[in-house]
């Protein structure tokens, strides 16, 4: 669960970073200290029950307190900003929960077309059970490596749509899954088409679709996920806020041979992101906050689970 909490601190201090500033210095980033709470009842998650009695027992749930700093840095190649390279939280994405810890280079074209071309190194949480399948013994964790490359395509000519593509790898240190079918290794290709609409100058709305295809080892580990997405955001000079709506549904390529039932999944998620930043006295500070719920039903029960966070932090943007 650690590098989970550091993915949900993530997403919460992209939202708190504002856009990027085109002042007078080549550099700006800025800096997020957060503390939060999180809950999960995911059987797959491994800071969970370490031992099931049955497929069909469902784990407590797991409650962390976290706290962490965050942040991310750009610097400008050139005095008019058309070209930079940045390292840290992607602030558009992660808003709307898409993990991204990014070393990237962007491109500013005159049509207003964005160009982002990323490396993604920390795109996975770092552990998982080297079987979660396992009964009436303890499971142990393994890590999990990955990476993941990027380009993205933001406000073509001005439009206010933009493309996101990515492709990532997994590779478990230690699978003990013995069925081969849900072995776990794998390569997955991402996109994303979304579009802005202003409904005022302070006001708007971003609607999006997304297809992965996930291409495990295993067929009845691997999945096409299509999933829809709606954020409506606020933006003042005291405060700015983004709520979140999300479903996707997830379907699987084989019979899992465990359950004998080809998985089916439905997502849904909820997140709200609140800044306030008119503090007395405290120039470039912002108290931020985050609440977010995400439930996943299934018709295996043992994929079923909620997860709620709830943070609350400092930014300083330089």
Known sequence: MRNRNIFVIALFAGFTTSAYALDNSRINGDISINTGYATSNSNLNPNGDKTLSSLDDRVSHTNNYFAAPLGNIRYALDSNHTHAVYLGTSRDDLAVGTLAFELGYQYNFTNGTQLDIAYLPTVLPDEVWANPYLTSEERQTTDIDGNAFRLKLSNLLNTGVSLDMAYATATIDDEQITESTLFRDSATFYLKGQHLSMLDQ?????????????????????????????????????????????YAYRQFDAVNPLFD???????????????????????????????????????????KNNNFLMTVGLNYQF
């Open 202 to 246: 302070r006001s708007g709305l971003i609607t999006a679709f997304s297809y992965t295809d996930h291409n495990a080892e295993g067929k009845a580990a691997s999945y096409n996920k299509y999933k829809v997405e709606m954020t409506y955001f606020l933006h003042s000079s005291a405060y700015s806020l983004a709520l979140t709506g999300s």
């Open 261 to 303: 039932t080809l998985r089916n999944d439905d997502v849904m998620r909820l997140f709200l992101a609140y800044e306030y930043k008119d503090i007395p006295g405290w120039d470039n500070w912002s108290v931020t906050s985050l609440a977010g719920s995400t439930v996943t039903s299934s018709n295996i029960d043992f994929y």
